[in-house]
């Protein structure tokens, strides 16, 4: 059925980090049924050419726009994900019709967190990328996920362990580099719909819900039991949260 809030505009969702495309999996057929849905891999993830560019979320964003050749989308993202939409609406507004924010947040790195970034991509590019499933997967899901739903543990470090070093150094830096994306959001005035994770590490709840006071037309949805991968640990009740939105 042709969605009520968005007719014959399509669903961009990007992914997060250091995933690909196949983080949406559990959640494709369920939002498919209502909306068409286009699941990109970013710049070097999921197999993809890196290329030579310098780290900057921008070019990444320009990646996006130029597969859209101009279309009208809903765009979505996942942390990672979420920066790039953020980047997409800085420079083409226009190309926006809604958007879908999951555990992401307006504000660029504070230092800590950019001194941070810039070690783990240091320290691939020293001995290689191996160690990356072990230092992400702690924060990247919600306490109850790793005490009881162990396979998608194991599903996100698989998508990790496949993930290019040189990538993923690559989307470190230029993350650290993104710049606060608050004034932008504040100039836009789309239906907003912001999801996160009840145990999210990574994003604290106040910082999610600020994107909320920045956006007229945005609402919060909290999902139970989940943490910074609502799509991967709560697919069900992700793609229902969507499904009422869109509708």
Request: proline content about 8%.
């Amino acid at each position: 059925m042709d969605p009520m809030r968005f007719p014959e505009t399509p669903l961009v969702l990007l992914h997060a980090f250091p995933l690909d495309h196949r983080m949406w999996d559990g959640v494709r057929a369920g939002i498919a049924e209502h909306i068409e849905l286009i699941t990109p891999d970013q710049r070097g993830f999921g197999g993809t050419p890196l290329g030579d560019e310098e780290p900057d979320l921008a070019t990444v964003a320009t990646d996006v726009l130029d597969r859209l050749d101009g279309r009208r989308v809903v765009l979505g993202g996942c942390s990672m994900g979420g920066y790039v939409a953020m980047a997409i609406l800085r420079e083409a507004p226009e190309q926006v019709a809604g958007l879908l924010l999951v555990s992401t947040r307006a504000t660029a790195d504070a230092d800590a967190g950019r001194a941070n970034r810039h070690a783990m991509a240091s320290r691939i590019e020293e001995e290689g990328a191996g160690f990356v499933p072990d230092a992400v997967l702690p924060t990247l899901l919600g306490s109850e996920t790793h005490d009881r739903r162990p396979e998608v543990a194991d599903a996100v470090r698989t998508l990790v362990s496949e993930q290019d070093g040189a990538t993923i150094a690559w989307a470190q830096r230029a993350m650290a580099a993104r710049p606060d994306s608050s004034e932008v959001l504040r100039n836009s005035d789309v239906p907003t719909l912001i999801v996160r994770g009840e145990q999210d590490a990574l994003i604290p709840p106040d910082e999610a819900d600020a994107l909320a006071t920045l956006m007229p037309k945005a609402e919060v949805v909290v999902l139970a039991g989940a943490g910074h991968l609502p799509p991967l640990e709560a697919p069900e009740e992700f793609t229902g949260a969507v499904a009422r939105w869109l509708e």
